[in-house]
C-alpha cells in the first residue's frame, strides 16, 4: 500500500466477503479481519490480490522478526529504498529548479540541461508512484499515487512537446518563474521544474513517513526484545542450557545473579532482589522469595534463583503486553473512519475537477500553458496523504510511548471515550489499597509493654497461614532482630483465632469472643480502643496471656502511599472519583476519607457481583463512567464501564475485560494514562483539522490558477511531514504533567 486510498481499497474489498468484517491500517500495514462464516485464510488473500495488492498472514510477533532495522534503529528496507530515490532525485532536481526561478541562470541551453536532469527523477524516482498507478489503473480504480503519477507525467510530457515541438527548444529562451496565469498557447513554457520538484518534495514526505512508522513501532520491538534468548533448566539436579523456545510449564530453571528472568513462574527456592522497571516502570527492587511470582524479562539483581515456569511463550506477560500494543496500533479510531471515507471518494472527485479546471481555463481564453499549470496545480496539491496519516500516526505514536510507560492502550476507540467520562469509579482493595492486611497499630493495656505484646502475639501467629496472621507476625519479625521464640501446643480455633504456649506463658491471640471462651475479662479501656479501631475499618485482635488481656493488635489493608496523590490528579482531570466496595460502611468511609473521596460518593457493602449493576446505574443516572480494578470480580464491571483500567498487578480476567491496562500497581499510573490517551486524541484531531483545512483552501487556489504546481507540491508534502512531526511530539510526553 503507498496511501490511505489503497488502505480503503482493500477493506472494501474484504468487508463485501460474508461474514467478513475487516479493518485495514495504513500506517501499520496490517489488516485485522473478523471472521463470523467458513470463509478461509486463502479466500481473505485472494479478496486483497483481487483489489491489485499481495498479503500473507503474519507471523506471530517476536525480535526475529523484527529486524529490520538499521543501525540507527529507525530505518527499514522500505525507508532504505526510499531515501535512496530522494538522495539522487534532491540532487539532480535543485539544479533544475534553480534554473526555473533564477533567469540568471538560464544560460543558452539551459532548458536542455534541465530536462537531462529531471527525466531520471520523474521516470526513475517517481517510479514508486507510476507503478501503484499503473495497478490501480488495472483494477479500475484510482488511489493518492494517481494523482501523483498523473501531475507529474503530464508536466513532463507538455515539456517534452514544448521543447520539441514547440518553441521552447530555441537556444537563449527565457523562462521566467511567475505565480499567476499569463495567456500564453503553450508551446514556449516548460514545466520540468514542476515534475522534478513535486517527485522530490513527495519523495521526501514518505520517507519521513517510513521513518516515523518505523520510530513509531519502536516500544512495540523493544518490548519483544527484552526477554531472555536462553535458559538453564533443571533436570534432576543438573543444568542444561536451552534455548528459550524449549522451555515447557512446570520447568525448573535456574536464574543467576544479572541474568534475565526467563518467563512468568513462582519461586521455588532462593531469596534476591528483582529489578522489573523494564515491565513495570517501578524503579525500586522488588524482594522475592519462595513462593513469589516473578515475571519474564526482569533481572535478577541478588542471589541465586531456582523458579518453575507458569507461562511461556505467547501466554507470558510480556508477550500480552505486545500483542495488546499491536491490536492498538493495528485498530482505526472513528475519527480515522471519516478519514478513510473521504480519501476514497476524494481521488476521482479531484480528477474531475483538475479536467473541469482545464476545461474552464481553455474556454476563458488563458491559453493550453495556463489552463494545463492550474490542472497540474489541482492534481498535485490535492493528495489527502495527511488525512491518511492523521490518526494512525499519533495512535502509533501514542501507544508507543504508552508501553514505554507502562500504560497498555487496547484499541484506538478507547482515546473517544477519555474525553467524555466525568465518573471515575476506584475499587478499593488493590486499587486504592495494598491489596493485602498489614499491622497498623499495637495498643498495650494497662501496666503492659507494647514489644513484649507484639513478640508473644506474633510468635504464636507465626505457626498460621492465615492472612491476618501473617500480618501480626511480620510484623513481629520486622521489630525484633531475634528469631520468634518457639511455641508450644499450638491449637487454632477455626474462625475465631489461637493459642499455645510461649515462654512458658498461656497465650490467646484473636476475636474478642474467643478471649471469653477462655474466661479472660477484657477491660472497658480496652473494649473502648477497640471500638475506635473498628470504627476506623480495622480488623481487631485481642490478645491475652496467663489469664488476663493485655492489648489490642489492629491489623487492616494499608492505603498505598500514592492513593490520595492519584485521586487529587483524577480530580485535576474533572473526574469524580467514587469508592466502591464489598467492605463495611466503616472502613469503605475511612479509606476514601484517607485519599480525599467525598463521604456521599462512598458505595460499600456491594457483592462482587452487584458491582456489574451499579456501574450501570450510574450510566442509567447519566454518567459517563471509567472503572478501575484489579480483581476477578471487578470484571463485568470493568467491561459495562465506558473506559476500563485494570491494575496490571491483577487478574488476567480484569486486564482481558480492560480498556486500559496499569502495568504497575499505582494508582497514578490511570492518572498519566488518561491524560496520555487524551492528548493522543487531542493530536489526532489536530492532524485531521489541518489537514482537512489545508485540502479545503488550496484547491480552490490551484483551481483558480493561483498556486504554481512545484509550490503546490511543496506545500502537499508539508502536510504530511506537518502530521508526523505533530505525531512524534507524543514521544515526549511525561509523567505526572498536566493533561
Not at 500494543?325 to 471518494?345: C, F, M, N, P, Y
Request: with cysteine.
Amino acid at each position: 500500500m503507498t496511501c490511505a486510498s489503497c488502505a480503503n481499497r482493500i477493506e472494501r474489498k474484504l468487508n463485501k466477503l460474508n461474514g467478513v468484517e475487516a479493518t485495514v491500517n495504513f500506517a501499520t500495514e496490517k489488516a485485522r479481519v473478523a471472521v463470523m462464516s467458513d470463509v478461509s485464510t486463502d479466500d481473505l488473500i485472494g479478496a486483497v490480490e483481487a483489489a491489485g495488492y499481495s498479503a500473507s498472514i503474519p507471523q506471530p510477533p517476536s525480535p526475529e522478526h523484527q529486524t529490520d532495522a538499521g543501525p540507527d534503529g529507525d530505518q527499514s528496507p522500505e525507508a532504505d529504498g526510499l531515501r535512496t530515490r530522494l538522495l539522487v532525485s534532491l540532487v539532480l532536481s535543485v539544479p533544475v529548479i534553480a534554473m526555473a526561478m533564477v533567469p540568471a541562470l538560464q544560460l543558452t541551453y539551459w532548458q536542455w540541461a534541465s530536462l537531462a536532469l529531471a527525466a531520471p527523477v520523474v521516470v526513475w524516482g517517481a517510479l514508486p508512484f507510476h507503478r501503484a498507478a499503473w495497478a490501480n489503473l488495472r483494477h479500475g480504480t484510482a488511489t493518492m499515487d494517481t494523482l501523483i503519477s498523473l501531475g507529474t507525467l503530464a508536466a513532463l510530457g507538455w515539456s517534452l512537446y514544448a521543447l520539441f515541438l514547440g518553441t521552447a527548444g530555441v537556444p537563449g529562451m527565457v523562462h521566467p518563474f511567475e505565480l499567476s496565469i499569463e495567456p500564453s498557447d503553450g508551446a514556449g513554457n516548460i514545466y520540468l521544474e514542476v515534475a522534478a520538484g513535486v517527485t522530490t518534495f513527495i519523495l521526501a514526505g514518505r520517507w519521513f513517513e517510513a521513518r516515523a512508522k518505523r520510530r513509531a513501532g519502536a516500544a512495540l520491538r523493544a518490548l519483544l526484545e527484552l526477554g531472555a534468548k536462553d535458559v538453564a533448566v533443571l533436570h534432576d539436579g543438573v543444568e542444561h542450557r536451552v534455548p528459550i523456545e524449549r522451555l515447557a510449564v512446570g520447568d525448573r530453571f535456574v536464574v543467576r545473579p544479572g541474568e534475565k528472568i526467563a518467563t512468568d513462574g513462582e519461586v521455588e527456592s532462593g531469596s534476591s532482589a528483582v529489578d522489573a522497571s523494564m515491565v513495570t516502570g517501578e524503579s525500586v527492587p522488588v524482594e522475592v522469595g519462595a513462593g513469589d511470582a516473578v515475571i519474564g524479562a526482569t533481572v535478577n539483581e541478588g542471589g541465586r534463583l531456582v523458579v518453575r515456569a507458569t507461562r511461556v511463550g505467547s501466554d507470558t506477560q510480556l508477550a500480552q503486553m505486545a500483542r495488546l500494543v499491536e491490536d492498538a496500533q493495528t485498530g482505526k479510531a472513528a475519527v480515522q473512519r471519516l478519514a478513510d471515507r473521504v480519501s476514497g471518494v476524494f481521488v476521482p472527485l479531484v480528477i474531475l475537477l483538475a479536467a473541469a479546471t482545464l476545461g474552464f481555463w481553455l474556454a476563458a481564453g488563458v491559453g493550453v500553458a495556463g489552463a494545463f499549470t492550474a490542472a497540474v496545480a489541482v492534481l498535485i496539491i490535492a493528495c489527502p496523504c495527511a488525512l491518511g496519516l492523521a490518526t494512525p500516526m499519533a495512535l502509533m505514536v501514542g501507544t508507543g510511548r504508552g508501553a514505554a510507560m507502562g500504560i497498555l492502550i487496547k484499541g484506538p476507540e478507547v482515546l473517544e471515550s477519555t474525553r467524555s467520562v466525568d465518573t471515575v469509579v476506584l475499587d478499593k482493595t488493590g486499587t486504592i489499597t495494598e491489596g493485602r492486611m498489614s499491622l497498623v497499630d499495637v495498643h498495650a493495656g494497662a501496666g503492659e509493654d507494647v514489644d513484649e505484646v507484639l513478640r508473644l502475639a506474633g510468635a504464636l501467629e507465626d505457626a498460621s497461614e492465615h492472612p491476618i496472621a501473617r500480618a501480626i507476625a511480620t510484623a513481629a519479625r520486622d521489630r525484633s532482630e531475634e528469631q520468634p521464640p518457639a511455641v508450644e501446643d499450638f491449637a487454632n480455633d477455626e474462625g475465631l483465632g489461637v493459642h499455645g504456649t510461649v515462654d512458658g506463658h498461656a497465650v490467646v491471640v484473636g476475636r474478642p469472643r474467643l478471649l471469653e471462651d477462655w474466661s479472660v475479662a477484657i477491660p472497658a479501656e480496652i473494649t473502648a480502643r477497640k471500638s475506635q479501631a473498628e470504627a476506623r475499618g480495622h480488623t481487631v485482635v485481642a490478645v491475652a496471656w496467663d489469664g488476663a488481656a493485655r492489648g489490642l493488635l489492629s491489623v487492616a489493608d494499608t492505603v498505598k502511599d500514592t492513593s490520595a496523590e492519584a485521586v487529587r490528579g483524577l480530580r485535576e482531570l474533572g473526574l469524580t472519583p467514587v469508592l466502591l466496595t464489598g467492605d463495611a460502611e466503616p472502613a469503605a468511609r475511612a479509606v476514601a476519607s484517607e485519599v480525599g473521596i467525598e463521604s456521599d460518593q462512598v458505595i460499600a457493602e456491594v457483592l462482587p457481583a452487584d458491582k456489574d449493576e451499579v456501574i450501570a446505574r450510574l450510566q442509567r443516572e447519566g454518567k459517563v463512567v471509567a472503572m478501575i480494578g484489579d480483581g476477578v470480580n471487578d470484571a463485568a464491571a470493568l467491561a459495562r464501564a465506558e473506559l476500563g483500567l485494570a491494575m496490571g498487578t491483577g487478574t488476567d480476567v480484569a486486564i482481558e475485560a480492560s480498556d486500559l491496562t496499569l502495568v504497575r500497581g499505582d494508582l497514578r499510573a490511570a492518572v498519566d494514562a488518561i491524560r496520555l490517551a487524551r492528548r493522543t486524541l487531542s493530536t489526532i484531531k489536530g492532524n485531521l483539522f489541518w489537514a482537512f483545512a489545508y485540502n479545503t483552501a488550496a484547491l480552490p487556489l490551484a483551481a483558480a490558477g493561483l498556486l504554481n504546481p512545484m509550490l503546490a507540491g511543496a506545500a502537499m508534502a508539508f502536510s504530511s511531514v506537518f502530521v508526523v512531526a505533530n505525531s512524534l511530539r507524543l514521544r515526549r510526553f511525561r509523567a505526572g504533567g498536566v493533561a
